[in-house]
T-cell receptor, first 116, second 111 residues
Framework: GAVVSQHPSRVICKSGTSVKIECRSL??????MFWYRQFPKKSLMLMATSNEGSKATYEQGVEKDKFLINHASLTLSTLTVTSAHPEDSSFYIC????????????FGEGSRLTVL | DAKTTQPPSMDCAEGRAANLPCNHS???????VYWYRQIHSQGPQYIIHGLKNNETNEMASLIITEDRKSSTLILPHATLRDTAVYYCIRNTNFGNEKLTFGTGTRLTIIP
């Protein structure tokens, strides 16, 4: 299998601050990464598709100015939650594709954000 | 719209085979059936996928009906560590397609 790592796994921040979450593919290059958000006892909701070297594609209803995504290299995508509020508290999960036939996605461990 | 239907929850006795059904009656000819699972507070884990033939790997078996309108994931000897939410997802096989997760089946393995 392939390894995708997220950091930090848990973060607590004050309301109004910004938080950056990193997603790294450790043993493969990922042209495309995906960011999901998951609320307690709910399913994963796709937030955006992150493409290396280009702007992210956001799902309907996701504020691109609030959730900044940068995919500067083939092994790293970052999600920055800007001016965080308590309602942004959630479990954020990234996934990456090897972009080849076979198609499975590899997911990170998730990052739990708590905004006080 | 996840485009698949799964029972919300199931129980299975430890050591028994767990059979998780999925309905995907509107699946397209170029769409595969993927199964992922999510153990509490972790990221999803890939299990298996298939197009029309039955598939088996070290984790599970996937049985797809001949008309491809439904499938069953089989965990042959369930253990307590198999307790998780299992997601059945339709997707093309290009590798860069975004996955749409439904509500899945919450499988509880009972000692």
């Amino acid at each position: 299998g392939a390894v995708v790592s997220q950091h930090p796994s848990r973060v607590i921040c004050k309301s109004g601050t910004s938080v950056k979450i990193e997603c790294r593919s450790l043993d493969f290059q990922a042209t495309t990464m995906f960011w999901y958000r998951q609320f307690p006892k709910k399913s994963l909701m796709l937030m955006a598709t992150s493409n290396e070297g280009s702007k992210a594609t956001y799902e309907q209803g996701v504020e691109k100015d609030k959730f900044l995504i940068n995919h500067a290299s083939l092994t790293l995508s970052t999600l920055t939650v800007t001016s965080a509020h308590p309602e942004d508290s959630s479990f954020y999960i990234c996934s990456a594709s090897k972009n080849r036939a076979g198609g499975e996605l590899f997911f990170g461990e998730g990052s739990r954000l708590t905004v006080l | 719209d996840a485009k698949t239907t799964q029972p919300p929850s199931m129980d299975c006795a430890e050591g028994r085979a767990a059979n998780l059904p999925c309905n995907h009656s509107t699946i397209s000819g170029n769409e595969y059936v993927y199964w992922y699972r999510q153990i509490h507070s972790q990221g999803p884990q890939y299990i298996i996928h298939g197009l029309k033939n039955n598939e088996t790997n070290e984790m599970a078996s996937l049985i797809i009906t001949e008309d491809r309108k439904s499938s069953t994931l089989i965990l042959p000897h369930a253990t307590l560590r198999d307790t998780a939410v299992y997601y059945c997802i339709r997707n093309t096989n290009f590798g860069n397609e975004k996955l749409t997760f439904g509500t899945g089946t919450r499988l509880t393995i009972i000692p």
